[in-house]
């Protein structure tokens, strides 16, 4: 059978195994005849008989036709491929044959004895079971010889529920293909352990190959192998040059491929157009990783996007990890390893910071800022065009570590933004992670036909991205820094309580405005600290928080204040100001704050230095020993940074939240209603009816006004009576979105010649503006006095998934944009936070003496959208505006829904990482 391009490359994947190399899985084709009896020829007795549980002496071109015979849908079977085009060679199989019972199939695999123990066979189980589930398989059957340990091993730790029985020393074993948390905490484990793997070649390389390296000074390949070799790289070095004989007195080869010795890593500045070739010939090589430093590729145009798709391609048939292109090389301080690969001239000190950037340009200028703050780093990484290694795969790494204590990253954009927040979340409980994400004024709102999906910008959803994984984002490279400065030599502050101790009073009462700007506390301090700062400043001194000291304190003065203060329980962060005045040398205010130090540490408080000087803070507190304080020179500086980082432990505190599994929903009925609308039209994407939302919503257990459609204005009236006055006319349409906005709103109607008459005039008006066809009639609805409009909504974004909303609702939403955005799904946590970060919060809590709302039904809305989200892949846009939320204990009604739905669309597969 003939594939189709279209499943091809739907199910074609790349991997990374345990041991950090690569792979692609994709569909046995019938071309693969050759590779398969090869693959068989290779394979041991042992193997052969645990497979077919008999010995295959030779398989025939027959049975390796028959092998290959796949139609996709009685049976699939997937091909483990390494090496390109000729070279291709099939390494492993996994397959299934559907059984008689449809949503049953048996299920088998095999792996060359010379990868096994690599992760192979699990990954082929990973992919076939999301195959199955998407051909309506539910479970797989396979039969294992009882002394197949390593088959057994895999099944029972998949994570998929398995039961087994034994006959005949054959253990007949069914997997239920349900994803688990079991499942995804493996999948999530396995990743982190080949991530982390892969990267070894990259940031601790026993020998490394720079291809393009040259005599010519200045160039990159020149700076790039005397970095290495000046820098004194533990492991070896070799230039490769087909045009010299010499870089930098080393001999040099002409080929990788020249090279006596084992390779790596390879550094790459060639012309773009030669660097698939270099690329190949460092496969046939074996090396392990690519640092592609080389520009022209995706940055370039079509060309260019081209250009890099093909050399990720050949990067990957190879087995081999890949950082960039366009970008500027890789560094590690650790004394062990001791390596600058990069064009840059810095080597930052030895520190626990690591720091990966898109931006080559700012990663010269960031190692240059870092060396001059003396603020230490780890490792550094440029990732450029980030066709392979991303920043999902980096911090990864960091997780594990020892050496890094704090991740920094500056981004441009998001590869797989969803597994990046997934994997963000669990390192950020263990090592704060500080972001610069540019591209906010690129953000603007989308062409939408919905309040939710107008409202929705890349921005919003980063913004809720980092806000849920406990993300530090940023603004500046500067502030970036300051941040990392209080995390690696600060202990985390216990609350938002800050103590100001200055010799100046403009500049504490400044500092004390920048700090309350950010939500920090200035609280006032304990009595008995009072007390004890009266006895030896003078009269003039401010004792209240800001303490001012006056003009002319000493260094004795100012480690006397400090003791105290550290005692005082009130505070959890003292800032410490000075500004030079003639009589008292900034060093020995420096050195009295370094002494003291320690005290605010075993207490467990932060302490930062704000030095108001053009010569900025003395030495003796830019030193990394014990006891070092983080400076600054203004004080909106040092109130953004601790605000930065008191959210960060206000975080690091939050209890984990819980998705609740509710069960009075009919998710088989909502799933039925979908797929009729989705049979019985065309158009994609498409809106539900009127009657279709409602049940839906309904079967999610959503509390939604009693709606009747009328095409008539007799039916409209009939209606009306039978609900009962009073009543609400809209007009029943499926684009137009703003219905007030054309007069298609009548409310408060109290009889039939009220109801007549408004249907008559929503007609009348629509025709007057054209879109006299635009009205299917109208939905009657009881009319809802009382209670705040609130907006509940989803939207799909196409980087980042589901976002859901929650925000002050009814018809000035878009005006107001008083809204919070998460992305699904959402926590019983995400959905108390959403409704408390609104203005509207405090008008459901009862403003003014008005009745609390019934804000608990509203976070349980909130949870059920998200619950329909998941159940719900076709769903695109969802609208419930408004919703009526009424008093405390009595719930909220849903006046006016939307729901837009289209086919699933078939994502690109994600690199498995």
Known sequence: MVIDKSVLEKYKKAVILKDGSTLHLRPIVQQDEERILALFSRLSRHSLYLRFHHVLTQMSKEEAKRFCNVDYEKNFALAATLGEDSEEKIIAVGNFYRMPAMDRAESAFVVEDAYQGKGIGTHLLQQLATIAREMGINVFESSVLAENAEM?????????????????????????????????????????????????????????????????????????????????????????????????????????????GDVDLAIVIVPAKGVNKVVQECGRK????????????????????????????????????????????????????????????????????????????????????????????????????????????????????????????????????????????????????????????????????????????????????????????????????????????????????????????????????????????????AKSTVSKLKRFLPKEASLVNPVDMTAGPSAEDYKKAMKIMAQDENIDILIVIFIPPVVTEPEAIAKAIREVAPRFREQGKTLVASFMSSRGAPSELGSKEEGHVPTFTFPEATAGALAKICDYSEWLKRPAGKIPRFTNIDRRKAARIIEEALGKSSTRPLW???????????????????????????????????????????????????????????????????????FARIRHRLENEGLGNEMGGVIVQNMIKGGLEVIVGVTQDPSFGPLILFGYGGIYTELYKDVAFRIHPLTDLDTSEMVRSTKAYKLLEGWRGAKRADVESLEELLLRISAMVEDIPQLVELDLNPVKVKAEGKGYSVVDARIMISDVSLKSREWDM
């Open 286 to 525: 074996g090396v392990r990783g690519v640092v592609i430093i080389s520009a022209g590729f995706g940055e370039a145009g079509p060309e260019g996007i081209e250009r890099q798709q093909q050399l990720l391609d050949t990067a990957r048939n190879y087995g081999m990890r890949m950082v960039g292109p366009n970008c500027m090389g890789v560094l590690n301080t650790d004394p062990e390893v001791n390596m600058n690969a990069t064009f840059s001239p810095v080597f930052p000190p030895v520190g626990s910071i690591a720091m990966a950037t898109q931006s080559g340009a700012l990663g010269l200028a960031i190692l240059e800022y870092a060396e001059n703050l003396n603020i230490g780093l780890s490792t550094f990484v440029s990732v450029g065009n980030k066709a392979d290694v991303s920043s999902n795969d980096l911090i990864q790494y960091w997780e594990e570590d020892p050496s890094t204590k704090v991740i920094l990253l500056y981004l441009e954009s998001f590869g797989n933004p969803a597994k990046f927040g997934r994997i963000a979340r669990r390192i950020s409980a263990e090592k704060p992670i500080v972001v610069v994400k540019s591209g906010r004024t690129l953000a603007g709102s989308r062409a939408a036909a919905s309040h939710t999906g107008a409202l929705a910008t890349t921005e919003i959803a980063s913004d809720a991205l980092f806000k849920q994984a406990g993300i530090i984002r940023v603004d500046s490279l500067e502030e970036l820094f300051d941040v990392a400065n209080l995390l690696v030599n600060q202990p985390l502050p216990n609350g938002k309580r800050i103590a100001i101790l200055t010799n100046g009073g403009g500049p504490g009462i400044l500092t004390a405005d920048a700090c309350a700007a950010r939500g920090l506390e200035l609280p006032s301090l």
């Open 688 to 758: 539900l009816s009127a009657k279709s939302t409602v049940e839906v919503l309904e079967a999610y257990g959503i509390q939604v006004v009693p709606t009747r459609l009328a095409k008539t204005a007799k039916e409209a009236a009939d209606v009306a009576e039978e609900i009962g006055f009073p009543v609400c006319a809209k007009l029943l349409s499926k684009t137009i979105t703003h219905k007030t906005d054309i007069g298609g709103v009548a409310l408060d109607l109290r009889s039939r010649g009220e109801v007549e008459q408004a």
């Open 152 to 260: 057994l091993q895999l099944l029972q730790r998949s994570g998929f529920y398995i039961s087994e029985e034994m006959e005949s020393g054959v253990y007949q074993m069914e997997m239920e293909l349900v994803p688990t948390p079991t499942v995804e905490r493996m999948s999530a484990e396995r990743e982190k352990v080949a991530s982390v793997a892969s990267l070894q070649a990259f940031l601790k390389p026993r020998s490394i190959a720079v291809i393009g390296a040259t005599q010519r000074v200045g160039s990159i390949g020149n700076k790039v192998f005397y970095n290495i070799l000046h820098q004194g790289l533990t492991g070896v070095v070799y230039p490769v040059n087909p045009n010299a004989k010499v870089v930098c007195s080393v001999s040099a080869y002409p080929s990788v491929l020249d090279i006596p």
